[in-house]
């Protein structure tokens, strides 16, 4: 079926609806590179507004990767709530858009509306929002998770603690740790991303950072961002695993790229509750997941079916749902510009991917971030960082001076979450934030209030630090 | 200051007057990351000298990602006329297409091929690419010290290397048309890594056995992080040396042939009794 639109006199046709999802975004290299692109700003607005008349019911019966020869496109038909969406389904994405920013639709009607929200529904609603849109609309909604602690309530903002190392040095990622603990960061996962993807390399992270947790007592979560079959190798041989991570993509065959299918998540996620059912301690609940994403990653795996890496982001968000993860984060500036060319196109996705991910229900975070050969700077950076607060991100990822000296690229920094934290008046996860005071470690740059305890941390760590010499 | 552990710490070392106590032994362990730990806090942000050390880096970084390699302007001329250098273009025109279609980086131009056709020897054991990749820096600060070394380690195991080329707007894949073109044994292609903030001069050295069309990274085998600070040039040119020795005994590249490195004792045995 064809869809069309006019403009000013000028007729605009879009041959089918994958068409027309591509040519209704905003400007994306990557969608260039792929040829998705509209060839002009004309083009672009005639596809909005000739989305902006397809119902949701059309949408859901017009699968834009067949079922037939994709997983995922069959996982989000069998978890569309068929039910919800009566409420919905004859809407046109323009009444959809309408819907979904009306202060009628409070809190509870978007949450009961998850997953009659199929992640193309997402894309298309998204593609007709402005960047203040997709901020107003995803500040309604939060979506709670629980491990060791509860992320994403209103009023807090979390942080993951990144201290990633060139050479897997045990001093120098605890070292990196410390200095995120004492600036009041770790509350969402205390997470490396390791240099040498081995079990014995991921197991000594792991009992590492298990360590400075259980000796601390610290209510948070580790995490090493290793395959998922070297986590679960690494479990099997006693390593205490946390939150189980893979990067996952929104096509069957983006996600074989990955090593990975539906079927081992499954499992992955099975067995790491069973393994924190064996060992014991305080879950407050089974979201035991962590996922990463980000636009692009199936077109460079040239597994994109011609669909746009908006609505294909989407889809990876489709996927990591049904695994009821404790943290989601896309990693919006990683790919690099041939896919997102400069700070003004990372800032639209950054605010996009946000948006889909809380609409269609996950506890969304983003890895603000940029590359060098990006056209972006840490003022993009701080841009999108401003953007993300104000629309109630569940958390940042923090990093000693935002520098990532093992992937080498620049992300938020444990100074950025302090003043993210003091400009928006936002604490961080409860039972973190009581082991922060506990411990006379301040938040957000107000001077601590118990020197006296915090030293006595600091003399702890100090145990820690000789034990890993 | 609490008063309550007297002389058990070193003396405390206050970073900004603000409560940040960082101890003075744990800032002398800071050596063990290049991260830019403890650094201290305006208010919740940077100091300026932090600030600006960032906008240092980066600006080196950005600037090594744009900046253009040339020989007779950027490698001192004894140099270039020793390896008879001269430089081709892959079929991307300008840095920015470069930057947004990896395809064109990747497949040489027209005239390139047409040029190394012209030169084509009749047996060639290793073949070595220049290529600036994503640090023009990198190539231009390596460059010159790398390949007199890895010329004269192949000259002592008998290879016949093949002339030396640059390519500009140059992507890895350009490995598969030299392969094709020039048809030696190895292919090896220095190229400039994509700069983080500790250097923006990082050198990889890219092999590959009888490259053809269609070769993916699966094919290849990779020596990253070649500077000053990281992989020093000696031991990047007896690696690579090594590697391309193997590849020629074992006619293959790729995932199944591993480098045959010292094995790295770990300085500090992992931590094992955590619960």
């Known amino acids: 079926m064809s869809y069309h639109a006019t403009l000013r006199g000028e007729r605009f046709v879009f041959g089918d609806l994958k068409e027309l999802f591509g040519r209704a975004n905003e400007e994306k290299s ?7 692109a509209a060839r002009n700003e004309r083009e672009r607005v005639a596809a909005k507004m000739a989305l902006a008349d397809v119902t949701l019911e059309e949408i859901l019966h017009d699968p834009l990767i067949d079922p037939d020869d994709d997983e995922v496109s069959r996982l989000i038909l069998d978890t569309h709530d068929a039910e919800a969406f009566k409420e919905i389904g004859h809407l046109s994405l323009g009444e959809f858009r309408d819907f979904i920013l009306d202060e009628a639709a409070d809190e509870a009607t978007l949450h009961r509306l998850h997953f009659a929200i199929t992640p193309e529904m997402a894309a298309a609603v998204a593609k007709l929002m402005s960047n203040k849109d997709l901020i107003l609309a995803a500040s309604k909604i939060r979506n ?47 997470g490396v991303n390791p240099a040498t993807e081995s079990v014995d390399t991921v197991g000594a992270i792991l009992h590492v950072l298990q360590r400075v947790i259980s000796d601390l007592q610290i209510p948070t979560q580790s995490c090493v961002l290793s395959h998922i079959s070297t986590q679960l190798a690494a479990m099997e041989r006693g390593c205490p695993v946390d939150l189980l991570f893979q990067s996952v993509a929104g096509t069957q065959r983006a996600n074989a790229s990955f090593g990975v299918n539906l079927a081992q998540l499954a499992e992955g996620r099975e067995r790491v509750i069973e393994h924190h059912r064996q060992r014991g301690g305080e879950w407050l609940g089974d979201n035991v997941m962590y996922f990463e994403t980000g636009q692009g990653s199936a077109l460079s795996a040239d597994a994109h079916h011609d669909v746009d890496q908006l609505t294909l982001e989407a889809r990876a968000y489709g996927v990591a749902r049904a695994f009821d993860p404790f943290l989601v984060n896309t990693v919006v500036g990683f790919i690099g510009p041939e896919y997102l060319y400069d700070g003004r196109q990372i800032t639209r996705a950054g605010l996009e991917d946000h948006f889909m991910g809380k609409l269609l229900g996950l506890p969304m975070g983003c890895d603000v971030c940029y590359t060098n050969h990006a056209n972006a700077d840490q003022n993009s950076n701080d841009n ?17 001076c935002a520098d990532d000296v093992m992937l080498n690229f620049q992300t ?4 950025d979450i302090m003043g993210m934290r003091k400009l928006f008046g936002l604490s961080p996860a409860p039972e973190f934030a009581r082991w922060l005071e506990e411990h006379g470690i301040s938040w957000n740059g107000e001077r601590s209030s118990n020197p006296g305890r915090r030293e006595s941390l600091l003399r702890q760590l100090s145990g820690l630090l000789e034990g890993a010499r | 200051m609490s008063e309550e552990s007297p002389g058990e710490l070193p003396k405390p070392f206050d970073l900004n007057s603000k409560g940040d106590i960082i101890p003075e032994w744990l800032l002398r362990l800071k050596d063990s990351t290049p991260a830019r730990v403890f650094v201290g806090r305006a208010g919740p942000a940077y100091r300026t000298t932090s600030h600006l050390e960032l906008r240092a880096d980066h600006a080196a970084a950005r600037d090594a990602v744009h900046a253009d390699v040339d020989i007779t302007r950027d490698f001192d001329q004894a140099f270039a006329r020793q390896y008879d250098l001269f430089q081709v273009h892959s079929r991307a025109r300008t840095k920015q297409e470069y930057l947004l279609r990896p395809d064109l980086g990747r497949s040489l131009s027209e005239e390139a091929k047409e040029e ?24 231009i600060r390596q460059v010159p010290v790398l390949l007199p070394l890895v010329f004269n380690e192949a000259k002592a195991r008998g290879l016949r290397v093949g002339f030396p080329f640059l390519v500009r707007h140059c992507r890895v894949g350009v490995l598969n048309d030299v392969g094709e073109i020039l048809q030696p044994d190895i292919v090896l292609l220095l190229i400039g890594e994509r700069p983080g903030l500790v250097t923006a001069e990082s050198l990889s050295a890219y092999l590959a056995y009888q490259p053809r069309t269609g070769h993916t990274d699966a094919q290849r085998n990779l020596i990253s992080n070649i500077h000053s600070r990281g992989v020093l040039p000696e031991d990047a040119a007896r690696r690579i040396l090594a590697l391309a020795t193997q590849m020629r005994e074992r006619k293959l590249s790729g995932v199944e042939v591993k480098e045959e490195l010292p094995s790295i004792p770990l300085s500090k045995p992992p931590l094992l009794d955590s619960p």
């Open chain 1, 30 to 36: 990557g969608d260039q590179l792929a040829g998705l």
């Open chain 1, 144 to 190: 709670v998770s629980r491990c060791r602690n509860t992320m994403g309530l209103r009023g807090t903002l979390g942080v993951r603690v990144q201290p990633n190392h060139p050479s897997d040095d045990i001093e120098g990622i605890l070292l990196s740790t410390l200095d995120g603990l004492l600036f009041g960061c770790g509350d969402a996962v205390i």
């Open chain 1, 384 to 400: 999108l960082l401003v953007l993300l607060t104000a629309a109630g991100c569940n958390y940042f990822m923090g990093i000693p």
């Open chain 1, 412 to 415: 938020t920094s444990y100074h």
């Open chain 2, 116 to 139: 190394l056709r012209s030169r084509r020897e009749p047996r060639t054991d290793l073949q070595i690419v220049i290529g600036d990749g994503l640090s023009a820096t990198a190539v």
